[in-house]
């Protein structure tokens, strides 16, 4: 939003409420009407004489004055229509050129706009003004209105590459910029209850759009658009404190580590795979009602089987298949949201969780063999740290 048509606008606002007071004050004091006096509760009145002094102009009974009163608030009012007839036409034509401009315009509007209809209202809330600006107020309204299913509309339509990484979405990152922008304008606004409502459209909107992206990725897979994309909203809202979407911040959160989760467990498979058959078999066997140390006396489970199979992944072998899992992972990360790091350190703690889940059912199953795996939970540590240092 510029500078300068919010500067405009503040300004046609603040000169306009002083001369349209002064204006009104001047009628009714021109024309001894008792506008002013009017907005008075009827009983709190004082029977005093009106302006001319006379004692025959003392206040008449109750109904003669709400009457008169009402009366000469209606001429008041037929005056000052007559002489800015052309005010809300003219406001309202400058209110559609700021929007026309930019949508976002109507955020500081609608705040500025309804400070300055308070304001009016606890001046004479029958005013001219007040009138006025309170029916522009509706148009300032329908402009914010419009801006939010505006932004709604362009998550529906948003279009993504399909040859291309999905990273974080244009709708995601727009969301955080209305975000800051409307913090911003609307901190102890009058109207913030708007502003809230709106948030809790946008954000459900936001979270039905990335979920349909996700499922429609052809490059990316969908768990990495849920995870990267989750992250940052969970980001955002825990930046701008927004209390009203403090249950959308923690389903963002959860929906984030559930899908970093199911990637890294979908990602990295059975990086040991022909040890993870074998030790299915193992289990297997163990379902069916053998005993945990006769496993080894079955012919395709036995000591020599188990070492043989061992022997197929050797620490060299072992850290060249992690090595390629990094370089597909890269691939399918974008680098504004920084999560590689991150995705490579809950592998290498999946990736420990197997090792360890071998190393106990050796040591049930295989008691006393003296067999251990060709490489241990220390060499997995320096191969996870030296393929992130080296890329």
Known sequence: MSCLSVQIFEQVLSELEPLCLAEQDFISKFFKLQQHQAVMPPLAQPESEEFDGSAASRIPPQTDHRHSSSSEKDMVRLMMNKIFQSIETELNTLIALGDKIDSFHSLYMLVKMSHHV????????????????????????????????????????VKIPKKSKVGILPFVTAFEEFAELAETIFRNAERRGDLDKAYVKLIKAVFVNVEKVANESQKTPRDVVMMENFHHIFSTLSRLKISCLDAEKREAKHKYTDHLQSYVIYSLGQPLEKLNHFFEGVEARVAQGVREEEVSYQLAFNKQELRKVIKEYPGKEVKKGLDNLYKKVDKHLCEEESLLQVVWHSMQDEFIRQYKHFEDLIGRCYPGSGITMEFTIQDVLEYFSSIAQSH
């Not at 329908?142 to 801006?147: A, V």
């Open 118 to 157: 308070w304001t009016a209202e606890n001046v004479d809330p029958a005013s001219f003004l007040s009138t006025t600006l309170g029916n522009v107020l509706v148009t300032v309204k329908r402009n914010f209105d419009k801006c939010i299913l505006g932004q709604i509309r362009q998550m529906e339509e």
